[in-house]
């Protein structure tokens, strides 16, 4: 997908998340809804941009789209787990 087509998108949820107090909290629904929502193959082009430097992404899409972390899910969204927690 055009990338700037995801940047904005990824912004767009975040300002969705704007009124939240705490930006953690902020960072874990944007987070949240990549996973839910997002195709895997949007996910880890975003995930990919975020890590070269995330240009064009707003300081909580960016954070969440670094805490993607797709390696470790599966096309589910299903978080690969060693051990409790």
Sequence with gaps: MNLDALVRMANDIGHFFDA??????????IENHLRKFWDPRMRRQLHAHAQAG????EPHALQAALRLDCAATTDAGIRISNGPG
Excluded at 20 to 29: L, M, N
Excluded at 54 to 57: D, N, P, R
């Design 54 to 57: 995330g240009a064009g992404l």
């Design 20 to 29: 939240e107090k705490d930006p953690q909290t902020a960072i874990a629904g």
